[in-house]
Nanobody, 129 residues
Framework: QVQLVQSGGGLVQAGGSLRLSCAASGRASSNYVMGWFRQAPGEEREFVAAVSGSGRTTGYVDSVKGRFTISRDNAKFTVYLQMNSLTPEDTAIYYC??????????????????????WGRGTQVTVSS
């Protein structure tokens, strides 16, 4: 059974940085799209970023472009989300997700939560002003 185990997150002041990690276990291959989503209280789950199976192609929601970087280390079956210049508006629970059926990132597909097969449990990110 595939598991996505998240780590990182926590409390940081505005302008600070955090790095989230998501390690997949139970799969022989890492050649699939991985994504990050977030959900603030009372809000719907929002796409943040995604990366292709090879790591060469990435996509971001406009609000995090230039501040967040998604990357992956396929030898470690791990995807990362480096978050810089954090603002209070970034406060949310962050979830990683895997689309095991696709290698290539497609915005129309991978910005939609229901197109992912497996989810991490989420990690809280709180940015104080």
């Amino acid at each position: 059974q595939v598991q996505l185990v998240q780590s990182g997150g926590g409390l940081v002041q505005a302008g600070g940085s955090l790095r989230l990690s998501c390690a997949a276990s139970g799969r022989a291959s890492s050649n699939y799209v991985m994504g990050w989503f977030r959900q603030a209280p009372g809000e719907e789950r929002e796409f943040v970023a995604a990366v292709s199976g090879s790591g060469r192609t990435t996509g971001y929601v406009d609000s995090v472009k230039g501040r967040f970087t998604i990357s992956r280390d396929n030898a470690k079956f791990t995807v990362y989300l480096q978050m810089n210049s954090l603002t209070p508006e970034d406060t949310a629970i962050y979830y990683c997700a895997a689309d095991f059926t696709r290698q290539y990132y497609s915005p129309s597909i991978h910005m939609v939560p229901s197109n992912y097969d497996s989810w991490g449990r989420g990690t809280q990110v709180t940015v104080s002003s």
